[in-house]
């Protein structure tokens, strides 16, 4: 005789702002593949690549194209169990254009986390999560070893392009390949 096996609770979107609404879901979290992630404080190192990532993409685009931390929406399937909250992202046209949903990916010029402790969880969840729901632009910047990777060209099997930058490089949004940001500009200076 088998013995049967619980499985856990896989979450929704809408539930998960229901649980909200009730007080009962509080502070920060993400919603990955129906499991809810509290949003962990930042170490001073992610903070400041954090602000340096967006003081770059500042002097390229303005402020109002630019959401840090805020939720982005993703097609379903994957939206309806998914709503991840990247450190940045990029929209094509001002933020005030969403105010009756968050992005969608054909909405996105960029998606970028910051990424230390967190780094394999990015690069083996969120990166073929990104890729399936087809954002085309996702920079990953790895803060402990002042990597940047950029995947492009998403697909059902994920990014089918991956560049790893280090502080030497130059990178270009694939939306402006003319506008070069210097990779070493993305971490805060070494002391």
Not at 60 to 69: D, E, G, L, N, P
Not at 90 to 103: G, S
């Amino acid at each position: 005789m088998a013995i049967a096996t619980p499985s856990p609770k896989k979450w929704t979107v809408e539930e998960c702002y229901r649980l909200q609404d009730s007080g009962l879901l509080e502070g920060r979290y993400e919603l990955i593949h129906g499991e809810i992630y509290s949003k962990m404080g930042q170490k001073p190192l992610h903070a400041l690549s954090l602000s340096s990532l967006v003081l770059c993409l500042e002097s390229i685009f303005t402020m109002r194209r630019i959401r840090v931390q805020a939720p982005i929406a993703l097609p379903n399937p994957h939206g309806r169990y998914s709503e991840p909250e990247p450190d940045v992202a990029v929209t094509k046209e001002d933020l005030f254009t969403y105010t009756q949903q968050h992005p969608l990916p054909q909405d996105l010029l960029l998606v970028a986390e910051v990424s230390d402790a967190s780094l394999r969880f990015d690069r083996r969840t969120k990166a073929p999560l990104y890729a399936q729901s087809g954002v085309t632009e996702y920079w990953l910047l790895d803060v402990t070893n002042r990597k940047l990777f950029v995947y492009r060209e998403p697909s059902a099997e994920g990014y089918r392009q991956t560049i790893l930058y280090t502080e030497e490089d130059t990178v270009s949004l694939l939306a402006l390949p003319e506008t070069p940001i210097a990779v070493r500009d993305l971490f805060p200076p070494i002391e």
